[in-house]
């Protein structure tokens, strides 16, 4: 059975750091582009960033950029999203998801509704 934990988030001031750690089981990384999520309240979930086959990445919002950085282990079947100089607007709950390799690496791109695996999410406040 696929699934996927996150953790890491909490209580942040603006210009704050995190790290937030989605950890997988029931299927290998590599055969899965990985993506994290972001709903803020009362809007709909945005990919922020995605990772997929040999590590490659793709980072879907802009702002974001020389901010965020996405990784994983797969030692440790783990995805992670190191979040520097956090701002306000990126509090909201952040979800890690899956869908299943497809041999485009832009395909990283596409909504919500592709990925077939989602965890629980896992909720950051960015405040003062």
């Known amino acids: 059975q696929s699934q996927l934990v996150e953790s890491g988030g909490g209580l942040v001031q603006p210009g704050g750091s995190l790290r937030l750690s989605c950890e997988a089981s029931?299927?290998?990384?590599?055969?899965?582009?990985i993506t994290w999520f972001h709903q803020a309240p009362g809007k709909e979930r945005e990919g922020v960033s995605c990772?997929?086959?040999?590590?490659?990445?793709?980072y879907l919002e802009n702002s974001v950029k020389g901010r965020f950085v996405i990784t994983r282990s797969i030692a440790k079947s783990t995805v992670y999203l190191q979040m520097i100089n956090l701002r306000p607007e990126e509090a909201g709950v952040y979800y890690c998801?899956?869908?299943?390799?497809?041999?485009?690496?832009?395909?990283?791109?596409?909504?919500?509704?592709?990925?077939?695996?989602w965890g629980q999410g896992t909720q950051v406040t960015v405040s003062s």
């Open positions: 998801a899956a869908k299943p390799w497809t041999g485009n690496y832009h395909a990283c791109s596409g909504g919500p509704s592709e990925y077939t695996t």
């Open positions: 029931g299927f290998n990384l590599d055969d899965y582009y």
């Open positions: 990772i997929t086959r040999n590590g490659a990445t793709m």
